[in-house]
């Protein structure tokens, strides 16, 4: 292994190749700390093609290469395996690759690196007067490569949809070392396939993004916020149906259950947002249209769909914060109070009442199964898109039970067991609950036709052994 | 053949197998007429299923399958090679696949069959207060089988994207037979590839598209519809720049050069829509922004930009509709003076302006270097996504020069050799003028994992030559 550190000190520049185990042991586990495995150094390089160098150069040694972003996912999909089969890894971190072009305004279009942040990409977006669609609590150190690697979600996906909607070109680099894709932002047209598409989702199993073209959209200032108590998810699909149909234009809408309700207020410290406590609480944000920002407006559609009595509506600055805190603090909340299995699933939206109705019995009887005591079971999500965040405290974090019996519930309600986080080295195994088999086929015949050998994050969304398979048939 | 003829009987009913040659010749014909092939029969299935096992049928035989929806492309993508290689060509034809499910308004989608046409569709989404993203002028022959097929565009594209912005699933069948694909419809998340994105624009090189989930639009009636004079394309493109920034939701942003203008008045008798003649022509519809149409805070908003002296803005219907037929009638009134050659191109937005200010030199230089007349040259188009349609009268509709040194003018300019039409039969030579050659190769290994006998659509999207290698390397 030497010799390749001494390559790629060559190709990316000594100091951007670190081979001290203690630090490589930290790129090596994930946000979570549930994921953790070995690699023999991490390489940053600089440019592009520094990047197709280092990727030939661990080829030429049989070395593994792990693309990693910022390693906010919570999936295990940016860190090496746990168990090497025997080949080398290499992290390759994309995070000196923070060039950030001027906005066209012309085009409503941006270039950034691959390793500028997300929340770097936002304020550069606002100093132009416009926005990045995409947002999440992880904005300080997710990067532009990253979420698109993985089709990062977040709050406003139900405006402006996923990190996919988003992506206008890419350029990357294959596990051959040859450099694909155009940062010409056209969105007219078709000559081809469109690799891009095909890159974003793909989490480093196919190409290292580089660089990204990406759109930016008008600024929407939110005209109000409210919450409404409802009687569950059902419920609340239904109001938020209806409140669609006379303000189509949702910044967001969020889902928060009682559980996760009283244990937010506990901890936070936070006064209860409606009269009377409820089964589930319904968010809305409602973007102030463009350039005709009129509350009032809002006020007389929002009193033609029948809110439920328990309705509170923030129409300034500081009391939509206030309501947002709800939501916002669920996750350090729920932190406080033990290591939780975070689910993170889509379900169709006219099917997300059968599928909480079904999730108390499901949890229960996986937690039960595996002997342990009653478990703690919170929703909340992305209603708007039928993403919810599963949370169970109780059973012990390495036993995946339970995450498994609600991936499987997800799919059989015609979802999918991995949404905004993909499927990286903790789903591996699920996909088939909600996928074909031809499409997992399919799927794996495209991986083979652009990575023959394996080089690129092996057991990283095939099940693993398919990569060992793979191993096997290396050609490098 | 006969034998396969009567395989593809049993299989879809004898009823859904023509094969009589001038029944069949008319299928193989290209809508513009200038693409014409050969095939054995026409096979219309009735169900996924029996698409499934009319491939099979075809990859036993080794006939190559030709997926057909409208045929109303341009760029001859939905007939037979003209050339055979040896191989017979059967017409698989999705026109049967005619069901379309109830829209679900909590999602705000709709399952379709491909051979749905566009019209059908638009009017069930009006029925359910919704809106298709997508229209253009062969609505009533377009299907959703085919505009997936080729990502094709429209008009409304600068607000809702081409058709990839539509689809939120698909259910296809592979060369192999198999069924791939979900219409699940969700919007968050990943779990692999995007098998969906990936046939979005393929051509029907891949896969033959079956059904689709798509999404829908809330209904944005237009407020207003202006035509402003300008100083040509360069001038256009900022004044639409500076327009967005101050009501960033237009649903239309379309140029029309001088010829065009002068061209469509004189074939259609209609008087001038300006004072003054002008060198181009910004026509931009104005949505009102849901629920508050307020024609006066627009044109309020308008005031501020600066709009040339000589702008007509329409705020009735039958005004707006005036200012339109400007553009939509275009293409007929070119037809009436020639068969033009018609250059479907996209050129970044920053560079339409250079773009346009190289055409007519190129133009006059490739036609006249093939022995012609002075050409007569018109351009008009798509200008909010940089989609142009460069019409050129005067050169042999057989001979490609001017259409080849448009193509490459686009490229050069950083633009793309086919937009809303795709590639097709007549631009696969130019794929490398604006497609990296490692982009084509990856494209080319995709191509052969998922189809490796070369048996759909042959000769579209790829070079010859490839195909031609293909079949020496057929396995079936």
């Keep these: 292994m030497g010799n390749l550190v001494a390559d790629l000190r060559a190709i990316a520049g000594p100091a951007h190749v670190l081979a001290d185990p203690d630090v490589v042991a930290g790129y090596a586990t994930d946000w979570t700390r549930r994921y953790t495995g070995s690699a023999s150094c991490v390489v940053s390089p600089g440019t592009t093609a520094q990047i197709a160098e280092a990727i030939q150069a661990c080829a030429g040694y049989g070395a593994r290469v792990i693309p990693q972003g910022g390693n906010t996912g919570l999936v295990g999909g940016s860190i090496p395996p746990a168990q090497s089969d025997g080949a080398d890894c290499v992290i390759l971190s994309t995070k000196r690759l923070t060039a950030l072009c001027p906005v066209d305004p012309r085009s409503r279009q941006v270039t950034a690196g691959a390793g500028v942040t997300i929340a770097r990409l936002a304020d550069h977006a606002a100093a132009a007067g416009l926005r990045y669609g995409v947002d999440l609590a992880s904005r300080d150190s997710a990067t532009v490569g990253g979420t698109i690697a993985t089709n990062a979600g977040g709050i406003h996906t139900i405006r402006y949809g996923p990190t996919r909607s988003q992506v206008a070109g890419l350029i990357a680099v294959l596990a051959d070392g040859s450099v694909v894709g155009s940062l010409s932002g056209l969105t007219a047209g078709s000559t081809g396939f469109d690799l891009a598409q095909l890159l974003v989702g793909s989490e480093g199993t196919l190409a290292v993004i580089t660089e990204a073209r990406l759109a930016l959209r008008p600024p929407e200032p939110a005209a109000a916020v409210l919450i409404a108590g409802t009687t569950g998810i059902a419920a609340a699909t ?128 996986a937690v039960h199964g595996h002997g342990n005591s009653e478990p703690r079971l919170i929703v909340f999500g992305h209603l708007g898109v039928g993403n919810l965040h599963v949370n169970v405290l109780g059973p012990d974090p390495a036993d995946t039970g339970v995450d498994e019996a609600v991936a499987r519930l997800a799919a059989s309600h015609g979802g999918s067991v991995a949404a905004e986080h993909g499927i990286g080295r903790a789903k591996t195994g699920w996909l088939a609950f909600s996928s074909l088999a031809a499409d997992v086929d399919a799927m794996r015949s495209i991986k083979t036709a652009l990575d023959p050998a394996g080089l690129l994050n092996p057991g990283v969304l095939f099940p693993p052994e398919i990569q060992q398979q793979r191993a096997t048939t290396r050609t490098v």
Tied chains: 1, 2.
Excluded at 258 to 265: K, N, T
Excluded at 322 to 337: F, N, P, Q
Aim: glycine share 6%; hydrophobic share 50%; net charge negative.
């Design 238 to 365: 239904e109001l938020l149906a209806h409140i669609r149909e006379v303000i189509p234009d949702l910044l967001a809408a969020e889902y928060i259950d009682a559980a996760g309700l009283a244990l937010v207020r506990d901890v936070a410290g936070l006064a209860p947002p409606t009269a009377d406590p409820h089964e589930g609480y319904l968010l809305v944000e409602i973007a102030a249209t463009a350039g005709v920002p009129d509350p009032d407006a809002y006020l007389q559609r929002l009193d033609t769909v029948g809110l439920p009595a328990d309705t509170v509506v923030a129409l300034d600055a500081n009391a939509m914060a206030a309501l947002w805190s709800y939501r916002e603090r669920i996750t350090e909340a729920i932190a406080t109070i033990g290591m939780p299995h975070k689910i993170d699933v889509a379900v169709p939206i006219p099917a997300l009442g059968a599928f909480c109705a079904d999730l108390e019995g499901v949890v229960r009887d």
